[in-house]
C-alpha cells in the first residue's frame, strides 16, 4: 500500500503564498495520476489540481492561475505552490494517488487565508 503524509501547511494574509508538499513512500508503484483536493467546514471535498506521471496537467476554475501543481518522480513527491492566496481557500488540503488497481489519501494539511 502507498501511504501519503502532506506538509507545508499554515496560516498566511491574503496574497500570500504556500507551497504544500505530499510524500509518498510504501507501494511507491501506485503513482500514475496524484492530485490535491480541499474541503471546507460544512462544505463538500473538492478538486482541486492533479498531475500525471506524463507530466498532463489540470486545474480547477477557481485557482487556475494562481495554483502550480508539479510532480517530482525521483522523490515520489507531488507539490502544489499557490499564489494569491484568497480567504475562499482555506481549507483542509488533501492529497490523493491513484493507479489503475488502488488509490490513497493523505491525512490532510489546513491551509488558513485570513483577510
Known amino acids: 500500500q502507498v501511504q501519503l503524509v502532506e506538509s507545508g501547511g499554515g496560516s498566511v494574509q491574503a496574497g500570500g503564498s504556500l507551497r504544500l508538499s505530499c510524500a509518498a513512500s510504501?507501494?511507491?508503484?501506485?503513482?500514475?495520476?496524484m492530485g490535491w483536493y480541499r474541503q471546507a467546514p460544512g462544505k463538500e471535498r473538492e478538486f482541486v489540481s492533479r498531475?500525471?506521471?506524463?507530466?498532463?496537467?489540470s486545474y480547477a476554475d477557481f485557482v487556475k492561475g494562481r495554483f502550480t501543481i508539479s510532480l517530482d518522480n525521483a522523490k515520489n513527491t507531488v507539490y502544489l505552490q499557490m499564489n494569491s492566496l484568497k480567504p475562499e481557500d482555506t481549507a483542509v488540503y488533501y492529497c490523493?494517488?491513484?493507479?489503475?488497481?488502488?488509490?490513497?489519501w493523505g491525512q490532510g494539511t489546513q491551509v488558513t487565508v485570513s483577510s
Open positions: 490523493k494517488t491513484s493507479c489503475l488497481w488502488s488509490s490513497a
Open positions: 510504501g507501494d511507491t508503484r501506485c503513482i500514475y495520476r
Open positions: 498531475v500525471d506521471t506524463s507530466g498532463s496537467t
